[in-house]
Nanobody, 115 residues
Framework: QVQLVESGGGLVQPGGSLNLSCINS????????MAWYRQAPGEQRELVAS???????YYADAVEGRFSISGDNAENTVHLQMNSLKPEDTAVYYC?????????WGQGTQVTVSS
């Protein structure tokens, strides 16, 4: 069974940084799209950043200039470097990987930005 495992979440003060990582427990051939989503309490899950072999890297307006996505399709790993964190970045962060026919989600990692 394919499982995406996220790590790197935690509690950080405003202005701090975190680096989230996601690895696919079963290396899947054909991953072309990798992304990070987040879901705050009472809110819908939203796309934060994505990278694809078919399109340009995307960042949500709220994180543009502060977050950076990187990864390796062949190794099935994706990272999200988060700098200058704000309280409104508090959410559960999920990674997502897709082939042309399948999509995989992680279980989520909590990020809390608070003083």
């Amino acid at each position: 069974q394919v499982q995406l495992v996220e790590s790197g979440g935690g509690l950080v003060q405003p202005g701090g940084s975190l680096n989230l990582s996601c690895i696919n427990s079963r290396n899947i051939f054909g991953i072309y799209y990798m992304a990070w989503y987040r879901q705050a309490p009472g809110e819908q899950r939203e796309l934060v950043a994505s990278m694809s072999t078919l399109a340009n890297t995307y960042y949500a307006d709220a994180v543009e200039g502060r977050f950076s996505i990187s990864g390796d399709n062949a190794e099935n790993t994706v990272h999200l470097q988060m700098n200058s964190l704000k309280p409104e970045d508090t959410a559960v962060y999920y990674c997502k990987m897709s082939t042309l026919t399948m999509t995989f989600w992680g279980q989520g990692t909590q990020v809390t930005v608070s003083s």
